[in-house]
């Protein structure tokens, strides 16, 4: 009980800066980590040559899909859990929580299975060449199929974070992250295995990211329970987690689409441009996946106070939020734009045009994502308020909405720069969409206030 009231505390009376530290910071740090053993594929396998580089491109969105199938789970049994907290409907938490993780397992390996069976043709959707073909299939077919832990991991890594827990959510994150750097190049190139011995490591990994989370559960850490017996396909559960987690899917889906496309651009500029695209991807995804570790800190924060009727906490945490993910997109993005041809030039063994165009699309997705701290806020803060229509359109709008016409429109007109601005081009438009969508959101919060204060009176 005494757990259960110092994460409740933390959620809705501790100060704003240091519940979003608190919540934020542990998190961040775990999807640092992530992020870097994501480039540590990135970075050991570019060792192994150009082909193999683009193996492991091509093969990343497949696994972005699956793994969205946790988000759709987790991240909408989480929007609805913190709310549930804030409202003290512990009972029903524990429905949506056991709900989620059992139907993601479930769907998870019905996705990887046909994934699976369709390998090949999918891996020619996603942009593979003949030459990379073999080591896309050995890779892919090794990564998917161990993902079904990936799934589980993301699930849980969601519903954790709503509880306040960021720190267990950290530690799961970093060990399977500094597991599979360590492991990478023993598997790559002590046991010769090359792109094999990468999807090996990341599966390991992964299986040992799941164990942390199983100890958190059977030593019953958590504050909700996990039983079979508390899952519960009622309309009513099944609507509260579907009408966030569909969104949250469609926002991955949409994402590994866009990569699918920018790869499927750049093939036709060489095999150069195309093995350029996977460490362009994984290098804007640290930044990205950086900010939405802090934002999970910012999400049962604003999700309980909006919950409990707490706007004046909630606007706080809106406001702080928007100021510190803003500050480091500036940081990241100065950085990632002031030298992007060193940074390019440690995924190649010397390709001089793959670092040429990395470089490009490097400074341009750097400067452009300075605006993502302030996007990302909103499209995190319609979907924990349950606002389903806003939070999708709004999720949908930088690699959907706005992405798919600029990548179908520019090359033509623009050839290879065309490919390269595309998702700057498209994060700024969004950006626009976010201010217009804000605006009315704020006016909407403002006219709920005062209809409660009146009430009280």
Avoid at 72 to 86: E, I, K, Q, T, V
Avoid at 149 to 160: E, H, L
Avoid at 259 to 287: Q, R
Avoid at 292 to 310: C, M, T, V
């Amino acid at each position: 009980m005494k757990r259960y009231n110092t994460k409740m505390d933390l959620l809705g009376s501790e100060p704003i800066p240091k519940a979003l530290l608190a919540l934020g910071l542990p998190t961040m740090i775990g999807m640092l980590i992530n992020a870097l053993y994501n480039l540590a594929d990135t970075y050991f396998v570019g060792g192994l040559g150009t082909d193999q580089m683009g193996a492991v491109t091509v093969a990343f969105p497949l696994g972005q899909v699956v793994v969205g199938l946790g988000l759709l789970f987790g991240n909408g049994a989480a929007a609805c859990l913190s709310r549930l907290l804030g409202r003290g409907d512990k009972n029903i938490a524990n429905k949506v929580a056991s709900t989620a993780v059992y139907s993601s397992i479930l769907v998870g390996a019905m996705a990887i299975l046909c994934s699976l069976v369709f390998l090949k043709p999918i891996l020619n959707q996603l942009g593979a060449m003949e030459s990379m073909m073999p080591d896309a299939i050995v890779y892919s077919s090794i990564y998917i199929t161990f993902s079904i832990f990936n799934v589980f991991n993301v699930t849980m890594n969601n519903i954790v974070s709503s509880e306040g827990a960021a720190k267990t959510a950290m530690c799961a994150l970093m060990t399977g992250a500094v597991l599979n750097v360590l492991l990478d190049p023993v598997f790559i190139y002590t046991l010769n295995l090359g792109v094999a011995g990468a999807a090996i490591a990341t599966a390991i990994s992964q299986f040992v990211s799941t164990l942390v989370y199983l100890c958190y559960i059977f030593r019953k850490k958590s504050v909700f329970h996990f039983h079979i017996k508390d899952c519960c396909f009622s309309k009513e559960i099944l609507s509260e987690i579907l009408k966030i987690g569909i969104p949250t899917l469609i926002f991955q889906l949409l994402t590994s689409l866009s990569i699918g496309m920018m790869d499927n651009a750049a093939k036709e500029y060489g095999n150069s441009a195309l093995a350029a695209m996977g460490p362009l991807t994984k290098i804007m995804s640290m930044g990205s996946l950086m900010v939405f570790g802090f934002l999970k800190g910012f999400q049962p924060i604003a999700g309980f106070s909006y919950g409990a009727k707490k706007f004046d906490r909630l606007h706080e945490a809106i406001k702080t939020s928007i100021c510190w993910s803003t500050i480091f997109c500036l940081i990241f993005g100065l950085v990632v734009a002031v030298f992007p041809a060193q940074i390019m030039s440690l995924f190649t063994k010397g390709d001089l045009e793959m670092i040429r165009v990395g470089s490009v699309a490097l400074r341009a997705s750097g400067l452009s994502f300075i605006l993502f701290g302030f996007y990302t806020v909103y499209s995190f803060l319609f979907l924990v308020m349950g606002k389903a229509k806003e939070g999708c359109i709004l999720g949908a709008c930088r690699q959907g909405l706005c992405f798919v016409p600029v990548i179908l429109i520019l090359p033509l007109v623009w050839g290879l720069n065309g490919v390269l601005y595309a998702q700057p081009i498209a994060d700024v438009l969004s950006a626009i969409v976010a201010v217009w969508m804000a605006v009315r959101l704020h006016k909407e919060l403002l006219t709920e206030k005062e209809r409660c204060c009146s009430a009280d009176q």
